[in-house]
């Protein structure tokens, strides 16, 4: 069983940054995806960035790709999303998630068992 807890969200004004911080506890970490989601109000659950612990690489959704980063800390079993350059379009709720996933499937919500309970994310125009 995995355990996630995120933090680090805020208010924040367009064009500033804010990075976010998942703590990962129980499993094994080095062979999970880890995905970082968010739900915006009124709209569906939507993918943003993932990264395979044991390969490195790194995926994002095109509207964040080149102003957020997914990044890890091995030693801590943290993964962190930095967002630079926010805009009002960001605001929503973030949630980390993890699970294997052998089928690159890693942009759906479906494919992850392990979710945190979210952090607000509010960026003001």
């Known amino acids: 069983q995995v355990q996630l807890v995120e933090s680090g969200g805020g208010l924040v004004q367009a064009g500033e940054s804010l990075k976010l911080s998942c703590a990962a506890s129980g499993g094994t970490p080095s062979t999970y995806f880890m995905g970082w989601f968010r739900r915006a109000p009124g709209k569906d659950r939507e993918f943003a960035a993932a990264f395979s612990w044991g390969g490195g690489s790194t995926y994002y959704v095109d509207s964040v790709q080149g102003r957020f980063s997914i990044s890890r800390d091995n030693a801590k079993n943290m993964v962190y999303l930095q967002m630079n350059d926010l805009k009002p379009e960001d605001t929503a709720i973030y949630y980390c998630?993890?699970?294997?996933?052998?089928?690159?499937?890693?942009?759906?919500?479906?494919?992850?068992?392990?979710w945190g309970q979210g952090t607000q994310v509010t960026v003001s125009s």
């Open positions: 998630a993890a699970d294997r996933l052998y089928n690159g499937r890693y942009s759906y919500a479906l494919e992850y068992r392990y």
